[in-house]
């Protein structure tokens, strides 16, 4: 372990089980001492119609290790300029509190959902309309709101919106995974979004598409991504989005064997 690794810092390591496997996931969480974002749950019409959504919501409440959840974010964007995709938005957002409130959630997080490509007018119309409602949302359910880079290409939409919001408990997730296909390399992110960080996604990919991969298993340099990581001197949940829970598996072996994240 190198001299950077033994610095004092603290990971709080979580996993995203799904309910059809539950035993062997709560097997594994109690075993290592990981605690749940709740993902399954981020669809909730679709759960709505199978009838699962109440048994879910019943079985991570139950578990007790329920720490996060992971917001409706299909096709969900608060800061539409179209009122009725924004309203519907809104609608799916506070869906996604109420079930981090049943479940005991203490975190949401929700993608950002701003068009890429357009800047101006149009980026300072969305932060106002984003920043309005997740500081409103924040207020409502005494929840920490966090926005992930998603479909980001850079960090200017998040630092931009991040600059308006008022309520201190509205940060940003880094999802390492997304910064390493971005435009921009996963050490800008942490220069440009720094102070409002205090949330990290875990996950591999060769810098191409969202692959999900083991830790490890890609071109993420995560030495590097560690240091960054630790030069934010302060505790962050740390989410692995690597799917299956053999994939967790060898993220977790993988964290240990380099001692980073202070795994």
Not at 12 to 31: M, N
Not at 111 to 135: M, V
Not at 216 to 241: C, M, N, V, Y
């Amino acid at each position: 372990m190198t001299d950077s690794h033994s610095k004092k810092a603290k990971g709080s390591l979580q996993i995203q089980p799904v309910r059809a496997s539950r035993d062997k996931w709560g097997e594994y969480a109690s075993a290592e001492g990981i605690s749940f974002e709740i993902l399954e749950l981020s669809t909730p019409p679709a759960l709505n119609e199978s009838g699962l959504f109440e048994s879910c919501i019943e079985w991570y409440r139950d578990s007790g290790r329920v720490r996060s959840l992971h917001g409706n974010f299909i096709d969900v964007n608060p800061g539409s300029g179209d009122v009725l995709f924004r309203e519907l938005s809104k609608k799916r957002c506070r869906e996604s509190c109420e079930a981090a409130i049943k479940t005991g959630a203490e975190n949401v997080v929700f993608h950002s959902s701003c068009f890429p490509f357009l800047r101006g007018p149009y980026l300072e119309g969305w932060s106002a309309l984003c920043a309005d409602f997740y500081d409103e949302l924040a207020g409502e359910y005494d929840l920490n709101i966090f926005i992930e880079n998603s479909p980001d290409i850079d960090p200017e939409p998040l630092k931009n919106l991040m600059s308006v919001v008022k309520d201190s408990r509205i940060g940003v997730c880094l999802d390492l995974g997304h910064a390493n296909y971005s435009q921009v390399g996963i050490a800008g992110w942490f220069e440009e979004l720094g102070e409002k960080i205090g949330y990290l996604h875990l996950s591999d990919n060769m810098g191409t598409y969202d692959d999900h991969l083991p830790l490890g298993q890609g071109s993420i340099d995560w030495d590097e991504a560690d240091r960054l990581w630790r030069g934010l001197k302060r505790d962050t949940p740390l989410t692995l989005e690597v799917g299956n829970l053999d994939n967790v598996m060898k993220s977790v072996d993988f964290l240990k064997e380099k001692g980073l994240f202070g795994q």
